[in-house]
């Protein structure tokens, strides 16, 4: 939005209606679990099914996505784009093809030649700094991904160096989780404007532990580290954390906690903030707090179940 204003000053911009797009969310999502129980959110607009068994008996995923595309739009009169495959790294990829309201399958015979042509920056997790460093090694399609060891792809890239091996190769056994383990609660303000002076970061600071604390309390999730993080208007990210001796439940636990970190987190005129956030992490002794995954951010975490390995078998996603 911060560029969109600057290339076009004359903008106009509409404001959203978060709790209405929240309420019709929650109608699809209660379209797909007439299909299945194994529904796991990736967005405001997105997830994931498990069809391998469904409610309805159907015999293969492409009625069942048929279905759901059928009841949105007569519900809901809204579109619905389908990607089929045997996986979720590929129908993530199929997701995207033939919209609106389109269907696109991926089998597991078509998966290798699929992948070998598909370009590397279209790999789920390949994002512009990667693409470019893939580049730089000769790297342009999934054919030639596919050639480089998984040793030197560990060496470049590290951990996730083993994800772009497996997704070469259409390997993905990430199954499909109704259910987490929050490990932390946390919440974003983008500025429409660049910030630059300490009151203007004192009033969005303010209003981001006031969200913060809402969703701590409709999540009843209790920790004990905050962390702020901050993005300049030139994409650098830095953040510095705290942890308390006491759980972090209200404005009062969370500002002045806040203000600390703020302090120690340098902004001017030449060095100016597009983004603020906090976030409440270090759940203490056994607690665990197994939610219903619902979208808050809108974006994909490369953090837990990038390793699982706990099944032997892709499923029908």
């Not at 279209?122 to 596919?146: D, N, S």
Request: glycine share 6%.
């Amino acid at each position: 939005m911060v560029v969109a204003k600057r290339l076009c000053p004359h903008l106009v911009i509409v404001d959203g209606h978060h709790r209405h797009y929240k309420e019709v969310s929650e109608q699809v999502h209660e379209i797909f679990m007439e299909f299945t129980d194994l529904i796991e959110p990736v967005s405001i607009d997105e997830a994931f099914l498990d069809v391998t068994a469904n409610c309805k008996d159907f015999q293969d995923a492409i009625n069942v996505g048929k279905a759901i595309q059928e009841r949105i739009y007569d519900e809901l009169q809204l579109t619905a784009s389908v990607g089929i495959s045997y996986n979720k790294f590929l129908s993530k990829i199929a997701s995207d093809y033939h919209k609106p309201n389109g269907m696109f399958v991926i089998t597991p015979a078509d998966g290798p030649g699929f992948i070998a042509s598909l370009p590397v920056e279209k790999i789920w997790g390949v994002g512009p700094r990667t693409q470019v460093r893939m580049h730089k090694m000769g790297i342009f399609t999934g054919a030639e991904l596919r050639k480089v060891s998984m040793k030197h792809l560990q060496e470049v890239f590290g951990k996730v160096g083993q994800v772009y091996y497996d997704f070469a190769r259409g390997i993905d056994l990430r199954e499909v989780k109704p259910s987490s383990i929050r490990k932390s609660v946390g919440c974003e303000r983008t500025f429409e404007e660049d910030v630059t002076l300490h009151s203007q970061m004192i009033i969005e600071l303010y209003h981001t532990v006031v969200e913060l604390v809402g969703r701590l309390q409709r999540s009843k999730f209790r920790g004990k580290t905050l962390t702020l993080k901050v993005k300049y208007s030139d994409f650098q990210l830095v953040t510095r954390s705290i942890t308390s001796s006491k759980d972090l439940l209200t404005k009062a636990d969370i500002l002045p906690l806040a203000k600390q970190l703020l302090a120690k987190v340098d902004y001017s005129a030449v060095h100016t903030v597009r983004l603020i956030g906090l976030a409440v992490s270090n759940p203490q002794g056994d607690k665990s707090y197994s939610v219903r995954p619902q979208w808050i951010q809108g974006k994909l975490d490369f953090g837990d179940g990038w390793d699982d390995k706990a099944s032997s078998q892709n499923k029908k996603t």
